[in-house]
């Protein structure tokens, strides 16, 4: 959505913009105009097909085309002859990138050009990048090869907890502050612990995490891109969750350890341009609830990388040298090559059953627990029940904006507190707080979700 935005002012065209809930975005972007109903549903039609000059997706729309799902034709027939931009290309699993791949091939044999990037691809990777893909490398932009950014201070025998006093700390010193846990459960806790400082305003504080509604996210990450603009102090308690999109730039940052790759990601959210002297980052061990988050050894690994270097300010190219010290050792080529054949067979496998089916009919997220992703934590969208009444009472016109009190939750948490289905609405019977998001009874369990 923010990508959308971004481009819709800098290349003064239609973007279109295509996602599990893009038609809500289409009708919110459009409120405040004087356009009629049908007008929202071509711009609709026209982003689920491509059809714009240009187009912002997820990954997902497009790998769903091999799989005869959705306007999967008119994608194709737009898709040829196109440029193609894949971001972060580092944070899918091996799987997923092998079916990246082999999407990618079948658009290239259209007349499709393809661009991938990221500012964390290991070796392993590009090279399998290159030779599947006959793609070039770019040039890269080595002015950032000489800067240095941050300065780690390695905490690694405390948690992040014991951190409330340093964050107090650069909050009077009217810093910008950052705190990024590795689960919700921690950033929950540590924000609940910032709550009760006095000296740290309501509106000086926001915690993000992947448990909120989409109306109440939203309108935190605006926010944030609007703390740019602001000077003063400022916290914000994470997860993962600002990694990537958000051009957010802060003055210090406190996080748990975690994969060197994910590690710099969580860098970018300070200094972001190097014009500053080098910031302090505090990087504090893992809980161990955080475990099926991150591999624990991946993340040992990685700190053990950072010991390595004996100094606290490293330049850019140092990172990514840990980059590929860590996942040369996994052998990661040899994954990708194992997983691109079972792509291929899978591909094979369905278009050969589908030949004389016109399109494949499935809910989005099932096809996509099924076909484009390996996982076995299942995710469901459900309303919490305190917002069962506005959802279900919205009237025909504005059911689109029941997807502004959804919520992306672990379907193994909520099976039972599941509400009989009403007029298509998901109601499930948990607590939820605008400042924390959903809310469990079971605290052990929610300390998984990310």
């Known amino acids: 959505n923010k990508m959308h935005g971004r481009l819709s002012e800098i290349l003064g065209c239609e973007v279109g913009l295509l996602h ?5 975005m289409l009708h919110v972007n459009e409120e405040h105009e004087t356009q009629e109903e049908w007008d929202i549903i071509w711009k609709s039609l026209f982003s689920k097909s491509l059809v714009n000059p240009c187009t912002v997706a997820t990954i997902d729309q497009l790998l769903f085309t091999m799989f005869n799902w959705g306007r999967w034709e008119l994608k194709l ?28 091939k079948a658009l290239q044999s259209l007349g499709a050009k393809c661009f991938v990037m990221s500012a964390t691809i290991p070796t392993a990777l590009r090279k399998f990048l290159v030779n599947e893909l006959k793609l070039d490398e770019a040039r890269r932009d080595t002015s950032y090869d000489r800067r240095v950014r941050t300065s780690i201070k390695l905490q690694l025998n405390k948690t992040v907890s014991c951190a409330l006093p340093k964050i107090l700390e650069y909050y009077v010193r009217k810093k910008k502050v950052l705190v990024i ?14 709550r009760e400082e006095k000296e740290v305003r309501r509106d000086k504080r926001v915690l993000l995490h ?5 109306r109440d996210r939203a309108a935190k990450e605006d926010l944030l891109e609007k703390l740019r603009e602001k000077r003063g102090p400022f916290v914000l308690v994470a997860t993962q969750v600002v990694e990537v999109s958000l051009d957010i730039d802060f003055d210090v940052l406190f996080t748990e350890a975690c994969p060197i790759d994910a590690l710099i990601q969580r860098l970018g959210r300070v200094n972001r341009r190097g ?8 990087i504090y061990k893992q809980t161990p ?5 991150y591999d624990p050894e991946l993340v040992e690994d990685s700190a053990r990388q950072l010991c390595s270097k004996g100094r606290s300010e ?25 997983e691109l054949k079972k792509t291929q067979t899978l591909i094979a496998d369905v278009q050969d059953n589908l030949r004389y089916v016109y399109r494949l009919t499935a809910e989005e997220k099932v096809l996509q627990q099924v076909v484009t992703r390996e996982s076995d934590y299942v995710t469901i969208n459900v309303i919490p029940k305190v917002f069962r009444e506005v959802a279900l009472n919205l009237p025909k016109v504005e059911r689109y904006k029941r997807v502004e009190y959804a919520v992306k939750v672990p379907f193994y948490r909520v099976q039972h507190l599941i509400e009989p289905l009403e007029n298509g609405v998901i109601v499930a019977d948990v607590d939820y707080s605008e400042e924390l998001g959903v809310r469990y009874t079971d605290r052990e369990t929610e300390a998984f979700i990310y």
Do not use: W
């Not at 944070?91 to 990618?104: M, N, R, S």
């Not at 992947?210 to 989409?214: A, E, G, H, K, W």
């Not at 014009?275 to 505090?282: A, G, H, K, Q």
């Open 314 to 338: 490293l330049k850019e190219p140092e990172f990514m040298e840990m980059v590929d010290d860590i996942y040369n050792g996994l052998d990661y080529e040899k994954k990708f090559q194992e």
């Open 289 to 293: 609830n955080a475990s099926r988050v």
């Open 210 to 214: 992947s448990q909120f509604i989409m």
């Open 275 to 282: 014009e500053r002297p080098p910031v302090p980052v505090f």
């Open 77 to 104: 027939m737009n898709a040829a002859n196109s440029a193609i931009i894949v971001d972060e290309i580092h944070a899918y699993e091996p799987y997923t990138v092998a079916l990246i791949v082999q999407t990618l």
């Open 181 to 194: 846990c590795n689960t919700v459960g921690t950033s929950k806790a540590v924000f609940q612990m910032l």
């Open 20 to 24: 599990g809930t893009s038609d809500y």
